[in-house]
């Protein structure tokens, strides 16, 4: 069993920052690509940002140059650093992964329970 646990979220003023964390824990033999997706209330979920196994990214269109995705491959984590943050960046977070659990098994894709930003004055 593969668990996503993401922490970070909370309320912050317009122009401020946050960092959120996804932990990845359980039967992990490899992890390849993981990712941020937002929904906001009556809108699709969609991308924010995604990281490859060799580090490469991609953003959505609206957060780059303010955010910024990376990873830490020994301690299993994804972390999205959001700097000059605005209203319409609030959302409900959400990490995704791609983990293979055995050598031998294809990988799964997994989502974590979400993590609300809201930016407010």
């Known amino acids: 069993q593969v668990q996503l646990v993401e922490s970070g979220g909370g309320l912050v003023q317009p122009g401020g920052s946050l960092r959120l964390s996804c932990a990845a824990s359980?039967?992990?033999?490899?992890?390849?690509?993981m990712g941020w997706y937002r929904q906001a209330p009556g809108k699709e979920r969609e991308l924010v940002a995604h990281?490859?196994?060799?580090?490469?990214?991609t953003y959505a269109d609206s957060v780059k140059g303010r955010f910024t995705i990376s990873r830490d491959n020994a301690k299993n984590t994804v972390y999205l650093q959001m700097n000059n943050l605005k209203p319409e960046d609030t959302a409900v977070y959400y990490c995704n992964a791609d983990i293979s659990s055995d050598y031998f098994n294809p990988a799964y894709n997994y989502w974590g329970q979400g993590t609300q930003v809201t930016v407010s004055s």
């Open positions: 990281i490859t196994s060799d580090r490469s990214t």
């Open positions: 359980g039967s992990i033999f490899m992890i390849s690509a």
